[in-house]
């Protein structure tokens, strides 16, 4: 397993549904955590390791939260904070997100969940839930969106 870096494809893609949870994606969640862990993130979503499916993990001050099939229920508050991904190395955009957020999933053994988040746990799990839809922060930055585009544009004139 291995990290997707922009632009692969997979970052773009909206993330199906898991229909059975299994060992399988028992064993998927736990290799996600270390992975995220061994590059220094609090996040990490499916796509970001090629799997299109809806899953991702985080870890703050060593508390795990593994979600499958996550929605957000309810948001409240704002605030703006820079933020960064594992799949855009040494890029960071200053985003507003809601400050709360009540989010409801699945856990890795099939077990239904709903978390009240504030704060970075809130953050995290809307960059996350981001991913499951394609989206990543260099979306929330024109000026970022730019420069990609003509970094992207001199490698292809070479």
């Given at each position: 397993?291995?990290?997707?870096?922009?632009?692969?494809?997979?970052?773009?893609?909206?993330?199906?549904?898991?229909?059975?949870?299994?060992?399988?994606?028992?064993?998927?969640?736990?290799?996600?955590l270390v992975l995220m862990k061994i590059n220094n993130g609090i996040g990490l979503a499916a796509p970001q390791v090629g799997i299109t499916k809806r899953l991702f993990v985080c870890e703050i001050e060593n508390k795990p939260l593994i979600l499958i099939n996550p929605h957000i229920i309810q948001t409240s508050g704002e605030s703006k904070m820079?933020?960064?991904?594992?799949?855009?190395?040494?890029?960071?955009?200053?985003?507003?997100?809601?400050h709360k957020l009540l989010v409801k999933g699945f856990d890795s053994q099939g077990k239904e969940m709903q978390y009240e988040m504030a704060g970075l746990w809130a953050r995290v799990i809307q960059h996350e839930m981001d991913h499951l839809d394609g989206i990543l922060?260099?979306?929330?930055?024109?000026?970022?969106?730019?420069?990609?585009?003509?970094n992207m544009q001199d490698v292809m004139d070479l």
């Open positions: 397993m291995s990290l997707k870096f922009f632009p692969d494809k997979t970052l773009r893609q909206i993330c199906e549904p898991i229909k059975k949870i299994d060992a399988e994606i028992h064993e998927l969640s736990r290799k996600m820079i933020e960064g991904c594992l799949s855009l190395p040494e890029r960071n955009v200053n985003i507003k997100r809601s922060i260099c979306d929330y930055d024109k000026n970022m969106q730019k420069k990609i585009k003509k």
